[in-house]
């Protein structure tokens, strides 16, 4: 396996602190104007979850059952919502079955937080000038933001930026995605949705760990988030989006994704997923911060994507991060379970509504996800 750096990308505005003759902070990036969050009806405690895994994925053996205790306790979930209550999971014999239930559900939490993030930007549905949607646990084509585009409102020359297969980076791609396009059009809303319904393509009859595994972890919820343009002014609680960077971890294909096959979308989740997220998303981390003369110390929030405990504990330590630096995540992941790309968007949410932290700030958005993929962004309170 390759243990190239991480190298710098393009040059980009200096400090944060730069503009005003004061030090203090002025408009210069796109920022955050709200964000809505939303989880299905139907919650579970961890155990129960599991014990109803033990009578299906692994038959009723007594190693089994022993083997998902274990994974039960190494998780680091005590509830998860999904879309469809246990007993109807089990009747989802087929992909077409799945699928076709996921985007019943997705159109509905994805039109619920859409309203919600709108209504609380103080934004109109026609108004928005373009939409960005992530998933990775449905295929529908028209995607999902097309779907509900007319269906909410939107203006027919909305500009739609679908993405699939970002899965657990999605949130953090799709931040970047949403600076990058408001960069060109600093007079322009636009708004990012993320819905994961991971529960729907779990593999019942899946007797691998890796299977095991992510129905011990994942959980179902959607996100949306609504930002505007430099030229707007600073308009409601949230970061500036100031920076981003992408990094692929190469010969690492098959380390996360999906198995896509008749079966339908079955996970592919290898053991070294917290060793390369030890070794990369470090140097991934500081190849950005060094762009704005910023180090670890300084960042104020650190919004990062719950990827299981051993993957956060990695990070944790190879930033030499302090005890409590990741707890929103660890909540997060604990009251939820692991939500795709929806779960970064979850922690930010918590930052927002917990209180920001002084104007000027820093904050590092982190997630990880196939390929082996990170997505950095870099924020300011």
Request: proline share 8%.
């Amino acid at each position: 396996m390759s243990t190239q750096g991480v190298t710098a990308g393009p040059p980009t505005a200096g400090p944060l602190t730069a503009g005003r003759e004061d030090g203090a902070p002025v408009a210069r990036w796109p920022r955050v104007t709200s964000i809505a969050t939303a989880v299905p009806p139907h919650k579970f405690a961890q155990e129960e979850i599991m014990n109803y895994l033990a009578g299906t994925t692994l038959g009723r053996s007594v190693t089994g059952a022993a083997m998902l205790r274990q994974i039960q306790t190494n998780a680091g979930v005590s509830t998860r919502y999904f879309a469809r209550p246990l007993d109807e999971l089990r009747g989802l014999t087929d992909f077409t079955d799945s699928n076709r239930a996921w985007l019943e559900s997705a159109l509905e939490i994805g039109e619920q937080v859409l309203t919600e993030a709108l209504d609380s930007a103080g934004v109109r549905p026609e108004d928005v000038d373009a939409v960005i949607s992530t998933t990775v646990t449905g295929v529908v084509v028209p995607s999902i933001e097309a779907r509900l585009a007319h269906r909410m409102g939107m203006r027919p020359d909305v500009r739609r930026i679908p993405l699939f297969g970002n899965g657990c980076a999605g949130g953090a791609a799709g931040l970047a995605r949403l600076r990058e396009y408001l960069l060109g059009h600093p007079d322009h809303t636009a708004v990012l949705l993320s819905v994961e319904l991971c529960s729907l393509p779990y593999q019942m009859e899946d007797t691998s760990m890796a299977n095991i595994v992510a129905g011990s972890l994942f959980g179902d919820g959607a996100a949306a988030v609504v930002a505007t343009g430099a030229n707007r002014g600073r308009v409601g609680s949230g970061p500036e989006l100031v920076d981003s960077l992408s990094y692929l971890v190469p010969g690492t294909e098959d380390v996360l994704g999906w198995d896509i096959g008749s079966h339908g979308l079955r996970i592919l989740l290898a053991p070294e997923v917290p060793e390369l997220t030890a070794e990369y998303l470090p140097k991934a981390a500081h190849t950005l911060l060094d762009r704005h003369a910023i180090t670890p110390p300084e960042i104020a929030t650190w919004i990062v994507h719950g990827g299981g405990p051993k993957v956060m504990t990695a990070f944790e330590q190879a930033m030499d991060l302090s005890p409590q630096a990741l707890d929103p995540t660890r909540e997060s992941l604990s009251d939820k379970g692991n939500l795709s790309s929806a779960s970064v968007l979850h922690v930010l949410h918590s930052a927002i509504a917990s209180g920001p932290p002084p104007p000027g700030a820093p904050g590092l958005i982190a997630a990880m996800g196939p390929g082996f993929a990170i997505e950095l962004a870099l924020a300011r309170w």
